[in-house]
């Protein structure tokens, strides 16, 4: 080897080791809690079965078990085995087969929280709608992710008062 071209090789390295430890920086772990129920068996069913894009938000990884995040920052979060919805008042939006519960009571922060109803473990997901940050559309983000959780069994699906008052 040429001694002119051990600096070259030294100085190549060191770009690639750089390179390196910029791109890792780049994909550090979304933190989240995981839910009460993470560990059922049927969020393993949903999981493997999640999009790599969700409302052309790239998939990035997390640090808590049946738990997934999209966007940077994350603007789709989604968590399994949270607590199973009783009755509720609350909205409930069915889109292609699959009923969930919404709760806008964050709406004035562009957050809104989905959780399915019907379906044991429940899934939760929460959506940043800011678009200053690169939000998403929370029908957008539920269509994507129905085939992932329509691995969870429907047992019972949402009603409205014309179907109480018959």
Request: aromatic share 4%; hydrophobic share 40%; net charge negative.
């Amino acid at each position: 080897m040429s001694p002119r071209a051990l600096p070259l090789r030294s100085l190549a390295g060191g770009v690639l080791l750089a390179a390196l430890i910029g791109l890792t920086g780049c994909s550090s772990a979304v933190t989240l809690e995981p839910a009460e129920d993470a560990n059922n068996p049927a969020c393993a069913d949903v999981i493997v079965r999640l999009p790599d894009t969700v409302a052309d938000k790239p998939k990035r990884e997390t640090n808590a078990q049946s738990t997934a995040a999209w966007g940077s920052p994350a603007a789709v979060i989604l968590r399994c085995g949270v607590a199973v919805p009783g009755p509720t008042t609350d909205p409930c939006i069915a889109l292609n087969g699959i009923d969930w519960i919404a709760d806008e009571s964050e709406a004035a922060n562009d957050t809104y929280r989905y959780t399915t109803y019907g379906r044991e473990p429940a899934v939760e997901v929460i959506i940043n709608a800011d678009a200053a940050t690169g939000g998403v559309s929370g029908t957008t983000a539920l269509i994507d992710l129905g085939s992932a959780v329509s691995a969870l069994p429907a047992t019972t699906a949402c009603v409205g008062p014309e179907d109480v008052l018959d």
